[in-house]
């Protein structure tokens, strides 16, 4: 499993946050994902100002892998 720390602190910076075309224009249960420095940071679309999950570059590549291969109740 990917282990990650919480930003509990959501400075926002100057990241330009991209959500998937799968996600519709309902505003249902999405993620944003942003790039940062390397890494990577994940938000909950319907909570901008809420608290960001910081992925290292091979966290977030073994997140997509888990995801894919359906080990995430999603």
Known sequence: ??????????????RAWRKSSYSGST????????????AKAVRDSKNPEGDVLNLRR??????????KQGAHDL
């Open 27 to 38: 505003g249902g249960d999405c993620v944003e994902v942003a790039a940062d420095h390397g």
């Open 58 to 67: 091979d966290a977030w590549a073994a997140l997509v892998t888990e995801i």
């Open 1 to 14: 499993m990917v282990h990650f720390e919480v930003a509990r602190e959501n400075d926002q910076l100057d």
